[in-house]
């Protein structure tokens, strides 16, 4: 397609990229990093995105493309490969890391590929103090892709920075490359409200008209790899459990936070469906304070006081009251 080959070609050394869903974004970037493997001895392509999951997505299109090559093609090509790491016979390699600085730390990269840079927690920490910072002795190359997202953004400046090489498709030039095809759109132009429509196929910067809550303060409170913890499990830290009740319009949930030093996560939620009673809901906040040790009291969390199963016992009993 014509603009997956304008970006295949582009020679810059600061790329930002924004196409629509289904455009062809992960499969151009993969090929564009075997290329430059393939071709750049003894160099560090590195690939960045919120999470490990998510960069792995980008290293299963590169591994998948390498394996489709003829064996003797790949044997010449490929020295060994990891679930996030291959290795070329060059000297060269395609490391898949999450965005995480401790992890970033201590490279020297010589292409660095940001997946979904929008939604990158401590964006500007990430980039300043750690990206830019690899590729000041290699004079590398950094390419940065996201769906659009808010604003206050290091991804949004990049947008708007005159000395990035830029790459912007629609479902228009989608459809007519013959990757979408019209009927989808006219879909999800139905099923979509128009913010999100314009932010995931005409890749523009919209805020949602119904939002609460700014979507930078909402991309600055996810945390990619947050630790989830069912009801079976039995994690042991400090906790405070909430609930919300209700039963015939409402749901009733529950909420358990993790509080480490000043940090707060949520580590567990569960919403009941409608019409549960509440002595229901009493028993699952019964066997949660059970199993995560330890839980502070639901009911004065301010004495930080650790609870035992058997006091958990008789503070719910007092919820009942």
Not at 159 to 183: C, M
Request: with cysteine.
């Amino acid at each position: 397609m014509p603009y997956q080959e304008a970006l295949l070609r582009d020679n810059s050394k600061r790329i930002v990229v924004r196409m629509c869903r289904q455009a062809g974004k992960t499969t151009t970037i993969a090929v564009r990093a075997i290329w430059y493997a393939a071709t750049h001895p003894r160099t560090l392509t590195l690939i960045v995105s919120p999470s490990l999951r998510q960069s792995m997505i980008m290293m299963d299109r590169i591994q998948g493309f390498i394996m489709a090559a003829p064996e003797e093609m790949r044997r010449r090509l490929i020295m060994k490969m990891q679930r996030t790491v291959i290795w070329f016979r060059n000297g060269s390699q395609i490391v898949a890391l999450p965005n995480s600085p401790n992890l970033l730390r201590g490279y020297a990269v010589n292409q660095c590929i940001a997946d979904e840079a929008a939604f990158f927690r401590n964006d500007e920490l990430v980039f300043y103090n750690v990206l830019y910072p690899m590729l000041a002795t290699t004079d590398g190359t950094l390419i940065v892709s996201s769906t659009p997202w808010g604003r206050d953004s290091v991804f949004y400046r990049m947008n708007n920075d005159p000395e990035f090489s830029k790459h912007i498709v629609t479902w228009r030039e989608a459809v007519e490359a013959g990757l979408i095809k019209q009927e989808f759109i006219d879909e999800m132009r139905r099923f979509l409200p128009a913010e999100r429509f314009q932010r995931e196929f005409e890749a523009q910067f919209v805020e949602d008209a119904d939002s609460c809550f700014p979507q930078d303060l909402i991309t600055r409170c996810i945390d990619a790899e947050l630790e989830y913890f069912g009801f079976e499990d039995q994690p042991s830290g400090e906790f405070h459990v909430g609930c919300d009740l209700g039963r015939k319009v409402d749901h009733s949930v529950v909420a358990v936070i993790e509080r480490a030093d000043d940090d707060l996560r949520l580590i567990h939620i569960f919403r009941f469906p409608l019409e549960t009673p509440y002595a229901s809901v009493i028993g699952y906040i019964k066997a949660l304070c059970g199993r995560y040790r330890h839980v502070r009291s639901p009911l004065n969390p301010a004495e930080k006081v650790l609870l035992s199963p058997l006091e958990t016992k008789d503070t719910l009993r007092s919820l009942r009251l």
